[in-house]
């Protein structure tokens, strides 16, 4: 239970340095560009840390595990941040009569994107391979079918290389 409750904390960890994430995104440019180099390194740091999960969950331990999870968290603020700026900055060009759309389609499909990912832990991660060894299997306890863990993050890291070819190969 305490490992249970502290994990949150310290996979969330990383974001206490939003702000330091902030500044030097914005201060620094590489190759002259200001958001999409800092938005392609994180996602390819999320796609690595997915693509270690993806084959060593199983066999790494709680702390290696929650360590990961913290990375992905600090790669994804390297995301986030920029396309937050990038956000706002579109915004700013709406019309009155449209203003604060830009912002509002951004969070419907982050919380549309947490919904699938919800539904991809309650509906495949209630298998044999992720419930206790003694737990009955049936509808309420556990399924008889699910995917392994290392299952769950290989459909992680597919999902987020699909979701990203545009940020890699379109303007």
């Not at 490992?3 to 002259?32: E, H, Q």
């Not at 392609?40 to 331990?61: H, P, R, S």
Request: include cysteine.
């Amino acid at each position: 239970a305490n490992v249970c409750s502290n994990s949150r904390s310290i996979v969330y960890f990383a974001w206490s340095l939003k702000v330091v994430v902030a500044m030097l995104t914005d201060c620094y440019r590489p190759m002259g560009k200001r958001r999409v180099v800092w938005m392609m390194f994180g996602w390819t740091g999320v796609m690595m840390c997915l693509l270690i999960l993806a084959i060593f969950a199983k066999e790494i331990g709680v702390s290696v595990w929650l360590g990961v999870l913290m990375c992905i968290q600090g790669f994804i603020m390297f995301v986030d941040v920029p396309a937050d700026g990038y956000g706002v900055e579109i915004g700013q060009l709406e019309s009155d009569e449209r203003r604060g759309q830009v912002v509002v389609t951004a969070q419907r499909i982050r919380f549309t994107f947490c919904i699938l990912t919800a539904s991809i832990q309650t509906f495949l991660l209630n298998g044999p391979e992720t419930s206790p060894d003694d737990c009955p299997i049936g509808f309420s306890d556990c399924w008889s079918w699910g995917l392994t863990i290392n299952e769950y993050y290989g459909l992680l890291l597919v999902i987020t290389f699909i979701l990203t070819i545009p940020v890699y190969f379109l303007k």
